[in-house]
């Protein structure tokens, strides 16, 4: 598995932002939208792509075009959907699939409520939508589906990662047939006893819509 931790001034302002307890819902869901978008960019340098031929006013060339079939992009519930619009602002065409996942607040284990994918996934590049990486085990379970339906390869992209999240994630996908990467803004401290990152921004569900 790979991680790429996006280092940038613009990723890093906005994720203080974002953090930070006074920030109100609209204002979160707005920088959500927004640091989603710097990461997708980062994200996507390996999405797939294929030549095509156009004419420009002057001459013709072979230009770029992504290629067929679109990728997928996957949102997990409640949470990732917060951002699903700053990342089809960059690739508008891809297609929507959809996992609801929720983490027992006991036991920390994830459990899945809802899917919603296309039928034929086989070698589907797919990009996997949650705001936090914690303990790793809703990311595991996302990855390991689409995997088990021949998806691949997975990058995730998450704001926040917790280290024990990350090992996690690189030990439970270790015998998984899928390349996968992780992509996010910044690898916090710890897990606090609760399974919360640390510092981290608190639940991101909550933050986004208000506490359910
Ligand atoms: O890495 P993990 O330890 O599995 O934790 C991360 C998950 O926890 C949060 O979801 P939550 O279960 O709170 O659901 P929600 O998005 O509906 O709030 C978050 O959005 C991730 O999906
Ligand atoms: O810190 C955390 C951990 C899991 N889920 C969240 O929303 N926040
Ligand atoms: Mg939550």
Redesign the pocket.
Known sequence: MRTHVVDHPLVAHKLTVLRDVRTDSPTFRRLADELVTLLAYEATRDVRVEPMEITTPVSPMTGTRLSTPKPLVVP?????LGMLDGMTRLVPTAEVGFLG???DEGT?L?STYATRLPEDLAGRQCYVL??????????VAAVRLLAERGAGPVTCISLLAAPE?IAHMEQGLADASVEVTVVVAAVDDRLNEL?YIVPGLG????RLYGV?
Do not use: F, N, Q
């Open positions: 997990i519930l409640r949470a990732g996942m929720v983490r920390l994830a949650d705001p936090m990486l914690a303990t790793g085990g809703t990311l999240g399974g639940d991101a569900g909550d359910a």
